[in-house]
T-cell receptor, first 114, second 116 residues
Framework: DGGITQSPKYLFRKEGQNVTLSCEQNLNHDAMYWYRQDPGQGLRLIYY???????QKGDIAEGYSVSREKKESFPLTVTSAQKNPTAFYLCASSTTGGGFYGYTFGSGTRLTVV | DQQVKQNSPSLSVQEGRISILNCDYT??????FLWYKKYPAEGPTFLIS?????DKNEDGRFTVFLNKSAKHLSLHIVPSQPGDSAVYFCAASSSYSGAGSYQLTFGKGTKLSVIP
C-alpha cells in the first residue's frame, strides 16, 4: 500500500543535541513538507521541497534543516539552535498540484526535549 | 498575518444534531479549499474539498459551502456521530502564485466534540 511513513513515533532529546526525524513516501509524489503542531497554533510550515535537491524555508525554519537527496525521502533535523523543539512534527507529501489534490500526511513524530 | 482563520477553537454538539464548522480567509487569490480531520497523535486525513467555481460540495454526511463574496466557507456534518470528535482544519491554496504554488495554508483548527 502506498503511504507516507514517519519514524520514530516518539523521540526524546537532551538539550543541546541534534536529532533527525525520518519521513519516507512511496506515493511517487514530487513535493514534500514538514509541519509543526503546537497546542492552539495549528499547523505551521517548517520546510518544503517541490523537487529533489531543492527545498525552501517555510514560516518557522529557524533551528531546523532538511535535505532532499531522494524523491522518497525528506528528513528533518532539529538542531540545538531550535529554542523550543518540543512539539508534534508532521510530514506530508503531494503531487505538484498539491493544493488541488490535497496532501497525504504521515502519522507524526512527538519530540520531547528532556 | 493569518490568511485562513478558524475563529472557534472548540465546538460541542449533541449526537444526531448538525455540526457547523466555520472558516474565513483573507486572500482573494485562494481558489481551492479543503477540510482535514485530525485525531490526537495522528496525522490529518483529507475529508472534503471545494473549488472556487462551486458553492457547494457533498460527500455523504459532509457538505462544504463556499461563499466567495464573504470569503467564508463552512463544513456541515449531519448527523453528527461520536466518532466525528476530532480537530478539523480548514486549508486553502492558490493556483496563481509562483514558487510554492499549490501550497496549502492551514487554519488553527476547531476541536469538535460530539456528545452521545
Amino acid at each position: 500500500d502506498g503511504g507516507i511513513t514517519q519514524s520514530p513515533k516518539y523521540l526524546f532529546r537532551k538539550e543541546g543535541q541534534n536529532v533527525t526525524l525520518s519521513c519516507e513516501q512511496n506515493l511517487n509524489h514530487d513535493a514534500m513538507y514538514w509541519y509543526r503542531q503546537d497546542p492552539g497554533q495549528g499547523l505551521r510550515l517548517i520546510y518544503y521541497s517541490q523537487i529533489v535537491n531543492d527545498f525552501q524555508k517555510g514560516d518557522i525554519a529557524e533551528g531546523y534543516s532538511v535535505s532532499r537527496e531522494k524523491k522518497e525521502s525528506f528528513p528533518l533535523t532539529v538542531t540545538s539552535a531550535q529554542k523550543n523543539p518540543t512539539a508534534f512534527y508532521l510530514c506530508a507529501s503531494s503531487t505538484t498540484g498539491g493544493g488541488f489534490y490535497g496532501y497525504t500526511f504521515g502519522s507524526g513524530t512527538r519530540l520531547t526535549v528532556v | 498575518d493569518q490568511q485562513v482563520k478558524q475563529n472557534s477553537p472548540s465546538l460541542s454538539v449533541q449526537e444526531g444534531r448538525i455540526s457547523i464548522l466555520n472558516c474565513d480567509y483573507t486572500n482573494s487569490m485562494f481558489d481551492y479549499f479543503l477540510w482535514y480531520k485530525k485525531y490526537p497523535a495522528e496525522g490529518p486525513t483529507f475529508l472534503i474539498s471545494i473549488s472556487s467555481i462551486k458553492d457547494k460540495n457533498e460527500d455523504g454526511r459532509f457538505t462544504v459551502f463556499l461563499n466567495k463574496s464573504a470569503k467564508h466557507l463552512s463544513l456541515h456534518i449531519v448527523p453528527s456521530q461520536p466518532g466525528d470528535s476530532a480537530v478539523y482544519f480548514c486549508a486553502a491554496s492558490s493556483s496563481y502564485s509562483g514558487a510554492g504554488s499549490y501550497q496549502l495554508t492551514f487554519g488553527k483548527g476547531t476541536k469538535l466534540s460530539v456528545i452521545p
